[in-house]
């Protein structure tokens, strides 16, 4: 394949060995970043498919919400510079930039907020569908059972042509979220549910319905709910993960936001993705001592081992994980309100850290601490159970699935995902009867 043009109209020529024949393909240009070939008419003039799995080099949609430089460490939200937002602006203003591409006005965001604050209560009944879960289930199948449920339970937001509907689903699937998995935690420990409270942020809500009792209000620390906050900024959006690219493939199909988001949840859940911030917390436990870590690097770096360093790599980031560095600093913030001097795991953590990065193995596969890396030690610190990460990782990426969503939807190129293969079978056979195999 060699690149024939610059600028507009560039194509890309493609040629065929086994024919001679060569085929022109257009180059679409990105704002920023690369450019991408499209081959949407290569099975039909060329009668090949492309072949890329895990997707390393495919752009699986045109998107105007998230761009990421890995090399540079870049994520931007509609542009915005993710250190810049973690810094001065709140989860609430972030959701309704993801989701109508700016920054609000005052007037504007007001709106929202209080549009989310009335969206935040349950249908009642839905707190009978808890009780069908098993109480030590992990809370993420409970999230991946309750938010599919949701449509059951509001059908008169599931027209996925309406853009009313799919807003009202949005702001739904946005505001109910955090009730879901805080009443995960409360059916998993035997407490009560406890309701929303309007007055209260949507940090402080989540960590009011984690903590309260009907017995005892639980008081909110301003640096703890300011530090959720920025936990749930640094995980809105992330373009096309397997997450986001599974509530695309299942929403192209015309499913319900509902469904659509517990597929992604669900796909979140999985410890190369979402659930990699639980496996820290558990990594870390498992080697116990900073004399142990040698041992586990070994194996993180053995071929023969499935051991992976957990929060370490990331598909796209090949320097340093933007969200990584304000995790890190928030992480010692959070330690400091605390009052915890000398954590252990934190000293593990950070001698881990260490020698990782002075390794030859992980510097030549340019491995560096993703944001899960710390955001386990945040939560840990925060008294938020290990099984529940995931979930608070699913809580904040809400935003970015139904933005991600409504986008896919509103795109006029938008078709059903169906994906081809390589086909490596047997060819044709016949049927052998049972008694002649
Ligand atoms: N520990 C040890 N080796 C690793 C690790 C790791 N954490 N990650 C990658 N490698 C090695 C891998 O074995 C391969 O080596 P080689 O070239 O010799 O075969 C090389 O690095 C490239 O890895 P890859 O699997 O081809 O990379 P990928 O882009 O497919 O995987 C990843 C990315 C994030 C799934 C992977 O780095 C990983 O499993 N990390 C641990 C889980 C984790 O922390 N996930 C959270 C990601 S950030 C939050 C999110 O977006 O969900």
């Known amino acids: 394949m060699s690149d024939t043009s610059q600028g507009k109209n560039a194509t890309f020529t493609l040629t065929d060995n086994r024919n001679g024949k060569s085929y022109e393909l257009p180059v679409m240009d990105a704002s920023v970043g690369p450019s991408v070939i499209d081959v949407r008419k290569l099975y039909a003039e060329t009668d090949c498919f492309t072949y890329d799995p895990g997707f390393t080099s495919t752009g699986s949609c045109e998107s105007k919400i998230t761009y990421i430089d890995g090399d540079l460490g870049v994520l931007l939200y509609r542009g915005i510079p993710i250190q810049e937002l973690a810094e001065h602006s709140d989860f609430m203003e972030v959701c309704y930039l993801l989701l109508y591409g700016e920054l609000p006005t005052a ?23 808890f009780r ?11 999230m ?3 938010v599919g449920a949701l449509s059951a339970f509001y059908h008169d937001s599931t027209d996925i042509n309406d853009p009313h509907h799919r807003m009202i689903a949005s702001y739904r699937l946005i505001a109910k979220m955090p009730t879901i998995a805080a009443w995960a935690y409360k059916y998993s420990l035997g407490q009560p549910f406890i309701y929303p409270r309007n007055e209260l942020s949507y940090a402080e809500n989540f960590l ?9 209000e639980y008081r909110v620390s301003p640096v703890l709910a300011r530090a959720m906050d920025r936990i749930l900024t640094l995980h809105a959006d992330h373009e096309q993960n397997a997450s986001t690219s599974t509530v695309r493939l299942a929403g192209s199909s015309g499913a319900n936001p509902f469904a659509c988001i517990s597929a992604g949840i669900a796909s979140l859940w999985g ?7 639980e496996a820290v917390l558990n990594m870390l436990a498992e080697i116990g001592h900073k004399d ?20 370490f790599g990331h598909r796209v980031y090949k320097n340093m994980d933007p969200r990584a560095n304000v995790m890190r600093q928030s992480c010692h913030e959070v330690l400091a309100e605390l009052g915890i001097e000398d954590e252990p795991l934190l000293d593990l953590a950070m001698e881990l850290e260490r020698i990782a990065l002075e390794d030859d193995y992980f510097v030549q596969r340019k491995l560096f601490p993703n944001v899960d890396f710390y955001s386990g030690i945040i939560f840990k610190a925060m008294g938020i159970p290990t099984s529940m990460f995931t979930v608070l990782f699913a809580v904040a990426r809400t935003v970015g699935w139904v933005a991600q969503w409504n986008e896919m939807i509103e795109d006029p190129s938008q078709k059903i995902g169906r994906p081809r293969q390589l086909y ?9 009867p049972i008694d002649k195999r």
């Open 107 to 129: 007037a504007q965001k007001k709106k929202f907020e209080t549009s989310i604050t009335y969206h935040t209560m349950l249908h009642e009944q839905l707190a009978y569908f």
């Open 208 to 216: 009011h319905m984690m903590y309260s009792t009907p017995c005892e």
């Open 292 to 311: 142990n870590i040698p041992t586990f690097i070994k194996k993180a770096k053995d071929k023969d081992d499935p051991f992976r360093l957990m929060g």
């Open 144 to 146: 991946c059972g309750v």
């Open 424 to 432: 490596t079978g047997y060819t044709e056979r016949s049927y052998v």
């Open 132 to 142: 069908g879960f098993r109480r030590d289930a992990h809370p993420m199948a409970v």
């Open 271 to 277: 410890p190369a993705h979402g659930g990699a911030n």
